[in-house]
């Protein structure tokens, strides 16, 4: 309770009754003024006995909320260093259970909360409280999925996600990535708990193979090529002898590290991990490998989501939670296709000011990519120094930041390869968050499997993107977010997440840092078109019916890039469909925020200012970030 709040309105309860008459005795004034005083002073602890009351229960229902997620989701419990302290059980020995009946279980709980929470009375709240509300409803709405598509799989960072058989991504490529990336092994217990998830892969898999069927079933069935992808990744997973897999390499590097646990119990720790990946692991994978490829025969030929039932519905909603808009796929594309004009013509300008005048922008750059003196060796030297330049772009430009923004993150940021075994469906940059506690740093893993996919002139922009001040920025700043519930502290807003990523490339732009590097620009140029472009293919595969080659030959002949690159986008795009839409939509929503602020506000607009008021509140959907500007602007004025 607020004791400081309830003695200023004692003190201003008793100012008011001393202002009495003065032919009044002083006595009976005093008598009157403390009984006033008194009176005020219960009234007050009521009011604020019921608010603090109201705060408490609705702050039960975040932590319901939380609870319910993270319960279900023990692997990404894991993820964020979550235990028994937040949820109340370590999930560290669990796995996690997708067949139909707990994944329907966990979408009604969190779809009640949803509705709890959004009805839940809060009278005469601070912004910041009703604003935390609003965006808890939300939240705990997105985690639910749609109540019409109890298809796919929850995930932590996508929401719905539409396969939980896919190439990119799901609780089978997850799961033990996270495992490898996070599951922290700092003693013997944790040695047995992570050897305790190994022997519970048989009823992981299980599950999954279990709502890949229930999906099927509903006619909901993937693309033949995403399915294709997927056994490729499950084939190449099972490739190694049990003892040389990364969950039993990586499990050993962690052991190395302890000191405390003989070298003969180490030993005994590891063929354990080992018997245990060749005698549950490797045969559940196996077994969901030959189900997937029976499976084959009844896949869909067509590539977009508008051929799966109601897929029309199903779009128009991934267009609403993940490109965070009400406009229409027609509209969207629309402004791809504008967006695409405009940043051609300034790429254009570049490339002739440099000398190349011939051909289309997309040939020049695709002739650029070819130049020996942009690209890496194709070798484990070669690798080494992209890594060490990457550090290097992160260091610089965060030297630079200080001036434009003014709260720093307390986590730390790596970069890392993305592990050989799913580079070939994985995207060319991706971020995962520190833990909690910070025993982990936020992660940059950049896809190295084709050189030539990663020229020298993109690099910069993709780790102002990946790193500072993009994903790992707004991340981490997100995540220290203490005061707020921990689900708007890891919010995964697409539109505001990605949208923040792509806007960073410009920030880094007005930092000067291309300065004097035309084709450093151009590389930013043509990230920011290579978004541009996927709104135009995204509702191309999922509302005009395009084939996968037609979106393939578009994005190639318009940015460039290379075709490994391309094919491993459209083909993530198949398998995510609305995701490619936030970063554009996003973007445009944060630039024209910003411009209407500059423009009301003139000498008073702040851009460090700016970017706490956008940052410290943590992702958000754009209504809400729009409302946060609104009340900035008329608070400055």
Request: charged letters at 25%; one cysteine or more.
């Amino acid at each position: 309770m607020n004791l400081k709040l309830i003695t200023s309105v004692a003190l201003a309860a008793g100012l008011i009754a001393g202002c009495g008459k003065p032919d009044q005795n002083t006595d009976e004034n005093q008598s009157q003024a403390n009984t006033q005083s008194e009176v005020a002073t219960q009234a007050a602890a009521e009011i604020l006995a019921k608010k603090d009351a109201a705060q408490n229960n609705i702050d039960e229902l975040y932590q319901n909320a939380m609870s319910t997620l993270f319960l279900h989701r023990p692997i990404s419990a894991t993820l964020y260093g979550l235990g028994e302290k937040e949820l109340g059980a370590s999930m560290d020995n669990k796995l996690e259970d997708y067949s139909p009946a707990s994944e329907q279980a966990m979408r009604q709980k969190l779809s009640h909360l949803s509705q709890q929470i959004a009805e839940y009375p809060l009278v005469d709240a601070p912004a910041g409280v009703r604003e935390t509300k609003q965006v808890m409803a939300n939240i705990a709405r997105y985690y639910a999925g749609h109540a019409d598509f109890p298809i796919g799989y929850i995930d932590v960072w996508m929401g719905l996600s539409p396969f939980i058989v896919n190439q990119i991504n799901g609780p089978l490529i997850d799961t033990p990535r996270t495992l490898q990336t996070d599951q922290k092994i700092s003693n013997e217990q944790d040695a047995l708990v992570y050897i305790e998830r190994l022997a519970h892969f048989d009823q992981f898999v299980e599950s999954v193979q279990h709502k890949f069927d229930a999906d099927a079933k509903s006619g909901w069935v993937p693309p033949k090529i995403i399915l294709q992808g997927a056994i490729r990744y499950l084939e190449n997973f099972v490739k190694a002898e049990p003892e040389n897999h990364p969950l039993v390499v990586t499990f050993s590097e962690k052991l190395e590290s302890i000191s405390e646990i003989s070298q003969d119990k180490k030993q005994a720790l590891i063929d354990e991990a080992a018997r245990q990946v060749s005698e549950v692991v490797y045969p559940a994978y196996q077994a969901i490998t030959e189900h997937v490829k029976a499976a084959l025969d009844s896949t869909r030929v067509e590539h977009g989501i508008w051929a799966q039932p109601e897929g029309a519905k199903y779009y128009q909603d991934a267009i609403r939670q993940l490109g965070d808009s009400d406009l229409t796929a027609d509209q969207i594309h629309q402004i791809g296709l504008d967006e695409v004009k405009r940043i051609s013509q300034e790429m254009d300008r570049i490339l002739s000011s440099q000398g190349y005048k011939k051909g289309t922008v997309g040939a020049r750059m695709k002739a650029l990519n070819e130049e020996p003196r942009f690209l890496y060796e194709d070798s484990t030297a070669g690798r080494k120094q992209l890594l060490d330049d990457i550090n290097g772009y992160i260091d610089d430009i965060t030297d630079k930041m200080s001036g434009v923004f003014k709260t720093k993150p307390p986590y730390q940021v790596e970069v890392r390869a993305f592990p050989v075994e799913i580079q070939d469906g994985a995207p060319g940059g991706q971020y995962t968050p520190a833990a909690v506690d910070g025993s982990k740093p936020g992660i940059y893993w950049i896809n190295l499997r084709d050189m030539k996919a990663n020229p020298k002139f993109g690099l910069k922009t993709l780790t102002y993107h990946e790193a500072n001040p993009g994903h790992h920025w707004q991340i981490s700043l997100n995540l220290a977010q203490e005061d707020m519930p921990f689900l708007r502290r890891i919010a995964p807003y697409n539109a505001y997440v990605e949208g923040w990523a792509l806007y960073s490339e410009l920030v880094a732009k007005e930092l000067g840092m291309y300065t004097n590097d035309p084709f450093g620009d151009l590389g930013r140029l043509q990230a920011e078109l290579f978004r541009a472009v996927r709104l135009v293919v995204d509702t191309g595969l999922h509302h005009k019916r395009w084939t996968r080659e037609q979106a393939i030959e578009y994005m190639a002949k318009t940015t460039g890039s290379a075709e490994s690159d391309v094919v491993s986008e459209i083909e993530r795009y198949m398998a995510w469909p609305g995701q490619a839409l936030g970063y554009k939509m996003g973007m445009i929503t944060i630039v024209k925020l910003r411009d209407e602020a500059k423009a009301v506000l003139g000498e008073k607009f702040d851009l460090a200012e700016f970017h706490d008021l956008v940052l410290l509140g943590g992702a958000v959907p754009m209504t809400v970030l729009e409302q946060k500007v609104k009340r900035w602007i008329d608070s400055k004025q």
